[in-house]
Every structure is written in C-alpha cells, then in structure tokens.
C-alpha cells in the first residue's frame, strides 16, 4: 500500500508569491492535517479536512487555506508569502476522524522563501 | 489547550547503552499521548500511543514509555540503542473528547548515538 505522498518535495518562492502544496493520503483515508515545522516554532498544527470539510484549524493567519477533494486529496495554500513561511510542510492522513486512528506522515515539502 | 515539554532538547548516548528521553505535558482535559521519530529528511513515524488502560505502552523498535497521570509525564525508554536509532524524537498530545485529528507537539528530542 502506498504511503502519504507529499508534492512537490523542494519548493523555492519569493516574498510576495504564492504556493499550493499538495497531499494524497494512503488510499481509503479520508482525514487529513497539515503541520509546520519550523526550527524556532517547532510543529505546529495547520487544519485538518475531513469529508471535504475543514474540521480543525490552528492558529496562523488567514494566509494559510487548504481544501480536499472529493478524493481525499488535500491541498494548502500560502499566499503573499513570507520569510517566516520558509519551514517543511507535512501532512498526514488517517483511516476514519478521531484521534484514536494512527495518523500517518508523507515526507513533506521543504518550502524557502526568499 | 494543552502544551508538552521535552525537558532535553539533545541526547549524546553510546550504541548499547540506555536511553531515557523525557516528556511533560499539561491539559485540564484528559489526553492521549504519543511518540513520534522523524529520521533525517522524513516525515513523522508513530512509536506508540497511550490511549487507555496498562500505562506501559510498548512500540515499535524495541521502545516503550510509562504513562504517570500524577507527574503529568510520559517518558520513552529503550534498554539498548542502535546507531540507526539516530534521530529527532516528538511527544505529541491530543486531546480525548475533541472532534478530529489535532496534535500538540513537543519541541523534540534529538538523539545521536555513538559508536
């Protein structure tokens, strides 16, 4: 079975630009989260999607947007970017919502911002 | 909300020696805990987890950690390290009665091992 897998691996932006991110979670799971790991802030929680719908939403601005498709496929969104955007971006998915279900880790996007 | 404290943020341990690698956390509500590793260049690997019931939680690799309600900890221990056990390790939290997948990690514990 394939794992979570994380597009692209290596993002290189300037200040000002956006990016989309994308994850396709292990097939037949329908949650998925996206974390920041910063080495200052360390990992932090983004949002989760579940069915389509944004289920949990961390604390960061309203820059950071995600979606999920109907195919569980989740993708974020990081607009007018920033310095401080620079971090790896991971997802991870799980089989059914609740924390209970292991969640599983793609390899993340390693964004720099410029 | 809840926060988790790795009280190390690196340990230098000898291959086939002991390691302890310490967490805390803090939540007026109950939690169920975790351990992740992230190897270099990687995503997060599930270790184990403390849900409920025995509060010794064995996981993958050899390791296992000790649930204590009263010192709000969950330390992770292995009796004998590997090289290959080289690597970044997350206390993560999250809490039992919320809707979702949210976790809380700690700052991490990096780990070298020596030869």
């Known amino acids: 079975k394939a794992g979570v897998t994380q597009t692209p691996r290596y993002l290189i932006k300037t200040r000002g630009q956006q990016v989309t991110l994308s994850c396709s979670p292990i097939?037949?799971?329908?949650?998925v989260s996206w974390y920041q790991q910063t080495p200052g802030q360390g990992l932090q929680f983004l949002f989760e999607y579940f069915s389509e719908t944004q289920r949990n939403k961390g604390n960061f601005p309203g820059r950071f947007s995600g979606r999920q498709f109907s195919n569980s496929r989740s993708e974020m969104n990081v607009s007018t970017l920033e310095l401080g955007d620079s971090a790896l971006y991971l997802c991870a998915s799980s089989l059914v919502q609740g924390i209970s279900n292991e969640q599983f880790f793609g390899p993340g996007t390693r964004l720099t911002v410029l | 909300a809840q926060s988790v404290t790795q009280l190390d943020s690196q340990v230098p341990v000898f291959e086939e020696a002991p390691v302890e690698l310490r967490c805390n956390y803090s939540s007026s509500v109950s939690v169920y805990l975790f351990w992740y590793v992230q190897y270099p260049n990687q995503g997060l690997q599930l270790l184990l987890k403390?849900?409920?019931?025995?509060?010794l939680v064995k996981g993958i690799n050899g390791f296992e950690a000790e649930f204590n309600k009263s010192q709000t900890s969950f330390h992770l221990r292995k009796p004998s390290v590997h090289i290959s056990d080289t690597a970044e390790y997350f206390c993560?939290?999250?809490?039992?009665?919320?809707?979702?997948?949210?976790?809380?990690f700690g700052g991490g514990t990096r780990v070298l091992v020596k030869p």
């Open positions: 993560a939290v999250s809490e039992v009665k919320a809707a979702g997948n949210k976790l809380t």
């Open positions: 403390y849900l409920s019931g025995s509060t």
């Open positions: 097939s037949g799971h329908r949650s």
